[in-house]
Antibody
Framework: QIQLQESGPGLVKPSGTLSLTCAVS?????????WSWVRQTPGKGLEWIGE???????NYNPSLRGRVTISVDKSKNQFSLKLNSVTAADTAVYYC??????????????WGKGTTVTVSS | DIQMTQSPPSLSASVGDRVTITCRAS??????LNWYQQRPGEAPKLLIY???FLQSGVSSRFSGSGSGTEFTLTISSLQPEDFAIYYC????????FGPGTKVDVK
């Protein structure tokens, strides 16, 4: 049974870089096409950050493009998120998820439990 | 950007009630529409994908319909474990979530 687990610092200073990793267990990251990061705040709700393929291709939310980098490490069966120049507005619960492909339709069928990141000095 | 709206923002219902939630997209998205359930303290859970396909393991009391810009999620007979927040999500271009509909106890 596939499981995802987010990890990383829970506190990041303003203007710093938020770095999170999602470890995939129960399946090879190379077997599924795309892997996403999603965040949730009380104010903006659920927001898709971006996705990475098993080969390293990426797609990002235009609202965050320029600050975000998502990468994959097949040797460790994990993928990562880096968000630069963070502000208090980036305080959120961050989730990693697997993109599920049915025909031409994508959804997110497996999620990590989420990790809370607070941006504060 | 494709914007998603949901109505109502919240509703109160009783066990056994039939519940319907509406989701609208700012432009046509065919049937690139998913529904999720989120209970407090948990990650979202996929219920319906491609507008009307029931995710494996999800109760058949959940159903989805619609295409283009208007979609509905129906719970045929509300159960105690269904009190939660429900989100729609478009996957036509990137992903965008709706603001959610909270279903609570009447």
């Amino acid at each position: 049974q596939i499981q995802l687990q987010e990890s990383g610092p829970g506190l990041v200073k303003p203007s710093g870089t938020l770095s999170l990793t999602c470890a995939v267990s129960g399946a090879s990251i190379s077997n599924s096409n795309w892997w996403s990061w999603v965040r949730q705040t009380p104010g903006k709700g659920l927001e898709w950050i971006g996705e990475v393929s098993h080969s390293g291709s990426t797609n990002y939310n235009p609202s965050l493009r320029g600050r975000v980098t998502i990468s994959v490490d097949k040797s460790k069966n994990q993928f990562s998120l880096k968000l630069n120049s963070v502000t208090a507005a980036d305080t959120a619960v961050y989730y990693c998820a697997r993109d599920f492909l049915f025909d031409y339709y994508y959804s997110m069928d497996v999620w990590g439990k989420g990790t809370t990141v607070t941006v504060s000095s | 950007d494709i914007q998603m709206t949901q109505s109502p923002p919240s509703l109160s219902a009783s066990v056994g009630d039939r519940v319907t939630i509406t989701c609208r997209a700012s432009q046509t998205i065919s049937t690139y529409l998913n529904w999720y359930q989120q209970r407090p303290g948990e990650a979202p859970k996929l219920l319906i994908y491609a507008a009307s396909f029931l995710q494996s393991g999800v109760s058949s009391r959940f159903s989805g319909s619609g295409s283009g810009t208007e979609f509905t999620l129906t719970i045929s007979s509300l159960q105690p474990e269904d009190f939660a927040i429900y989100y729609c999500q478009q996957s036509y271009r990137g992903f965008t979530f709706g603001p959610g509909t909270k279903v609570d106890v009447k």
